[in-house]
């Protein structure tokens, strides 16, 4: 292995680790900030747009594209 290559390859890997802390340091950010508003009683992603219930929108909410569905 050449001198220049394994440089390259010692500083891909510090990247590379670099990365993958900043990944998962948002996955767990993300995991705190849902856990927060699941705690307060809001509803995030699917649950907010009513999946697994058959309703897109809350009884009396106005539509994106106008109207209402109470």
Do not use: C
Not at 35 to 57: C, I, M, P, S, W
Request: aromatic share 8%.
């Amino acid at each position: 292995m050449s001198v220049p290559y394994a440089k390259r390859l010692k500083y891909l890997d510090a990247e590379r680790m670099r990365l993958r802390k900043l990944l998962a340091e948002q996955v767990v950010e993300n995991g705190v900030i849902k856990y927060a508003l699941r705690k307060n009683g809001d509803r995030t992603g699917a649950q907010a747009a009513g999946a697994g219930r058959g309703v897109a929108f809350a009884v009396g909410s106005s539509h994106p594209w106008g109207g209402s569905t109470g």
